[in-house]
């Protein structure tokens, strides 16, 4: 399977932004999405994942903030966004594992390329 992620930009402290995953070549059904970031200097961290199942996990610093979704029948996965800050600017990726829930980046077998984000005024 092939991932695209889109959706990024740029946007004002506070506002949203959502985030698309679109699967090419097989089916998303069976998988865990998940969504990561990586900032300049800084490692690739976990953002959020939805098992097949739909069941979903945030990081800490996102909760409350941003709402992971998948839409089998679409074969896509969305990254809503909200009330972002500066802090979560970031080249955003998805990506997907055959495993169950996890916010470590080397677990996942399969990654898009990656959609800035930009949070400035």
């Known amino acids: 399977v092939q991932l695209q992620a889109s959706g990024g930009g740029l946007v004002q402290p506070g506002g949203s932004l959502r985030l698309s995953c679109v699967a090419s070549?097989?089916?998303?059904?069976?998988?865990?999405i998940g969504w990561f970031r990586q900032a300049p200097g800084k490692e690739r961290e976990g953002v959020s994942c939805?098992?097949?199942?739909?069941?979903?996990f945030y990081a800490g610093s996102v909760q409350d903030r941003f709402t992971i979704s998948r839409d089998n029948a679409k074969n896509t996965a969305y990254l809503q966004m909200d009330s972002l800050s500066p802090e979560d600017t970031a080249v955003y990726y998805c990506?997907?594992?055959?495993?169950?829930?996890?916010?470590?980046?080397?677990?996942?077998?399969?990654w898009g390329q990656g959609t800035q984000v930009t949070v400035s005024s």
């Open positions: 990506a997907v594992r055959t495993m169950g829930l996890s916010l470590r980046p080397n677990v996942y077998e399969r």
């Open positions: 070549g097989g089916s998303l059904d069976a998988y865990t």
């Open positions: 939805i098992n097949n199942y739909g069941t979903p």
